[in-house]
């Protein structure tokens, strides 16, 4: 079923595929970042507290303050239907478990204590937007009485005008997820996995592997994950093809920040080596 069987007009069809598509760059990033503290635990603490502490810095200017924006500007649209009213207030519930989840994130002494936190964080999120998509934001959508692009609009002056830098120039993304900033996609020669170079370096270096990621998400999740990587680190990247678009996405976002090496070229996987310079 298309978006515009599911809204009154199109304008709120363009309204409901814009908000789904932020939904899907943060949830990428948040996945990004959970998956590369999860993998960092068990290989490098440093990072892993680096990373920890970027996790909860994404939470505090993006995810929490978009939750509140959306309490604020769309659950009490929703929560007048009586059709939804349990539904919004189960939403709001579980924005309360969301904060909880990140404040026991900050409060963690280490990251290994945090990863539990983390998991737990990610999937709530997951499921909580999967509730928003197919079921509250469609709802506002094909309600002639309400105007989901201006209930968008609200919400989005709410967040540019409150304490939240989600959307500065740093953390940007365009509606489909990609960020706008970052760091260059350079090939940097390398054996392409023949004779797997680097190979005890790469032992200590985080793994992102999103083969079984959605591809809606794919993007958001890496450019998640890249963001967690500290200057002079790495992270090997592991696809089920080879990533050119994925790389001209990355130059894109800032020039000469990522250098890139092939690990493995196919035929069922790829492995790259992603480093900030």
């Known amino acids: 079923m298309s978006v515009l069987t599911l809204a009154s007009d199109p304008g709120d ?24 503290l999860l993998t960092a635990v068990d290989r490098d603490s440093i990072a892993a507290e680096r990373i920890h502490a970027g996790l909860v810095a ?3 200017r993006s995810l929490l303050p978009h939750a509140a924006a959306e309490e604020a500007a769309l659950y009490p649209a929703a929560h007048g239907m009586p059709e939804a009213r349990l539904l919004v207030e189960g939403l709001i519930g579980e924005h309360r478990c969301l904060t909880a989840l990140v404040d026991a994130l ?4 280490d990251a290994a204590e ?45 967040l540019a005008n409150g304490s939240s830098t989600e959307g500065s120039p740093g953390d940007r993304d365009d509606e489909e997820g990609h960020a ?20 005890a370096e790469e032992a200590d270096e985080p793994e992102l592997d ?19 990587v500290p200057a002079g680190t790495a992270m090997v990247l592991i696809a089920p093809h ?10 894109q976002r800032a020039p000469g920040v990522f250098s890139v090496e092939y690990l493995e070229r196919g035929p069922e996987t790829w492995r ?6």
């Open 13 to 36: 069809a363009t309204a409901l595929e814009t908000a789904e598509a932020h939904h899907a760059r943060l949830a990428g990033e948040l996945a990004g970042r959970v998956t590369m």
């Open 58 to 60: 994404f939470c505090d």
């Open 106 to 109: 900050r409060a963690a002494p």
């Open 114 to 158: 945090a990863a539990a936190d983390a998991r737990a964080l990610h999937v709530l999120f997951e499921e909580h937007l999967a509730k928003e998509n197919g079921l509250v934001l469609p709802l506002l959508a094909m309600t002639p009485e309400v105007c989901l692009a201006d209930l968008l609009a609200d919400m989005h002056h709410d």
């Open 180 to 199: 706008g900033d970052g760091g260059r996609a350079e090939a940097a020669g390398g054996c392409g996995g023949a004779c797997g170079c680097g190979g």
């Open 210 to 228: 999103v083969r079984d990621v959605p591809h809606a998400l794919r993007h958001a999740t890496v450019f998640g994950a890249l963001d967690a």
């Open 242 to 251: 080879d990533p050119l678009p994925l790389l001209a996405r990355i130059e």
């Open 272 to 277: 790259l080596r992603l480093r900030h310079r």
